[in-house]
């Protein structure tokens, strides 16, 4: 067999096949989509067993090149990474992956040293598995790295969800005060921003005038001429984006994009 083609196949052994699109495939990616790197060819093939037997979807490197080559192209959710290998060993590989990459990598050895460990996970690795061990042992720590990852991907969409809030050609993040019109940044006073966020908080919600100013001037006494005033100067600064309806002797409205 062509040199080239092997190597394709050892990385992709479903390439060419209609497996890729089996209800069984796309199960296995929804559970994990781990690359297993070690020089060993039956080391790659054991620990493929194991997690395949799990219902992983596994991939195979012989070495930290073939990874990092196969990780640019195709995406993953955990890596298995052999520390002693060819061409690139196990550091070297993780060395080029974490400026770009914060997929969970496992490093995978022989050498069980303290000295060895401390390094490797200061280098970025995420957990380590000293030979030999346990089909258990390895899908135990397999599972608890990807219920981190998940957990912590979930975190950043809750963060995100509560952090930017849009309307139109409107967006607005809270986290860092910035307000964009089509993608540019606006610059708006510090009540002017607070009042925005209150309206995109709300879609669709009647809010009275007292309701805007406890919100965001922490006071009612201020008079309902403070609030409109407010909500002019975002009408100027927004142009037409700012969809507010003033409802007389009520409040106002954003209407929902």
């Not at 297993?36 to 395949?52: C, K």
Request: glycine share 8%.
């Amino acid at each position: 067999m062509d040199k080239s083609k092997q190597k394709q196949l050892e990385l992709d052994p479903t390439q060419g096949s209609k497996a890729n699109n089996t209800p069984e495939t796309n199960k296995a990616i929804r559970n994990g989509r781990i690359l297993v790197v070690d020089d060993e060819a039956g080391e790659r093939y054991l620990i493929g067993q194991y997690l395949r037997q799990e219902g992983y979807l596994v991939q195979e490197a012989a070495d930290g090149v073939q990874a990092l080559e196969y990780i640019k192209n195709n995406p993953i959710d955990l890596a298995l990474v052999d520390v002693m290998m060819p061409e690139m060993d196990g550091f070297e590989l993780v060395r080029n992956l974490r400026p770009h990459y914060d997929i969970p990598i496992i490093f995978v050895t022989a050498r069980g040293e303290e000295a060895q460990r401390v390094a490797g996970l200061e280098l970025g690795g995420d957990d380590y598995v000293i030979k030999p061990f346990s089909a258990i042992e390895l899908i135990a720590r397999v599972r608890a790295q990807l219920r981190r990852r998940q957990g912590l991907i979930g975190e950043q969409i809750e963060q995100d969800k509560d952090d930017i809030l849009s309307s139109r050609a409107i967006t607005l993040s809270k986290l860092e005060r910035r307000c964009y019109l089509y993608g540019q940044p606006i610059e708006l006073t510090r009540r002017e921003f607070d009042l925005l966020a209150e309206f995109l908080s709300n879609p669709g919600r009647v809010l009275t005038r007292n309701q805007l100013l406890d919100a965001v001037w922490g006071e009612t006494y201020l008079g309902s001429r403070t609030v409109d005033v407010h909500i002019a100067s975002l009408r100027r600064k927004l142009d037409e984006e700012l969809h507010v309806t003033s409802l007389r002797g009520v409040g106002y409205r954003l209407e929902p994009s």
